[in-house]
T-cell receptor, first 115, second 112 residues
């Protein structure tokens, strides 16, 4: 069974600084996809970034980037120039095969941004 | 841009009652996913539909059933409600199975 583990229940960062959220996963599949979702207090699930396992290049979306280490099954999220609006719960998620929306989520990391 | 619409946004039911949650996918999306997120928990996949047929099943209790209609909207029916069913229920939709899924804002169900 596929599992996703986020070992940091809470993280904090000063505004304008950089923070890295960790995620590890376990799978025997070779073709899979990894995601980071943001869940602000509104509880809306918002896709932040995604990574296809077959791609060696790390995904980047503006201030958000990932460090994808396939051999180590590690998928961390780096947020640069943190903003107050980045404060939220962040979930790492995994899917494989042909059903992209069938996601296995990690336990989540609460990110606090201090002004 | 149109998003996934879920109704109602909030629902309060008593134990042993029945609840029906509705999900209206993004126009042209033919795939719907349902998730349950308990308090302080990560979302758990319940069930999905593609082109009005069940495509996958997760940890959905036997007391729950769901279907996707001809207009692609989906309904999650929950019977004999228990206190433990209190959760945020998300619906997500995608254009086919192998594309990114977009989440609705969720329905918060409280069972008292």
């Amino acid at each position: 069974a596929q599992t996703v583990t986020q070992s940091q229940p809470e993280m904090s960062v000063q505004e304008a600084e950089t923070v890295t959220l960790s995620c590890t996963y376990d799978t025997s599949e070779s073709d899979y996809y990894l995601f980071w979702y943001k869940q602000p207090p509104s509880r809306q699930m918002i896709l932040v970034i995604r990574q296809e396992a077959y791609k060696q290049q790390n995904a980047t979306e503006n201030r958000f980037s990932v460090n994808f280490q396939k051999a180590a099954k590690s998928f961390s999220l780096k947020i640069s120039d943190s903003q107050l609006g980045d404060a939220a719960m962040y979930f790492c998620a995994y899917t494989y095969g042909t059903s992209y929306g069938k996601l296995t989520f990690g336990q989540g990391t609460i990110l606090t941004v201090h002004p | 841009a149109a998003g996934v619409i879920q109704s109602p946004r909030h629902l309060i039911k008593e134990k042993r009652e029945t609840a029906t949650l509705k999900c209206y996918p993004i126009p042209r999306h033919d795939t719907v996913y349902w998730y349950q997120q308990g308090p302080g928990q990560d979302p758990q996949f319940l069930i999905s539909f593609y082109e009005k047929m069940q495509s996958d099943k997760g940890s959905i209790p036997d007391r729950f059933s769901a279907q996707q209609f001809s207009d692609y909207h989906s309904e999650l029916n929950m019977s004999s409600l228990e206190l433990g069913d209190s959760a945020l229920y998300f619906c997500a939709s995608s254009l086919a199975l192998n594309t990114e899924a977009f989440f609705g804002q969720g329905t918060r169900l409280t069972v008292v």
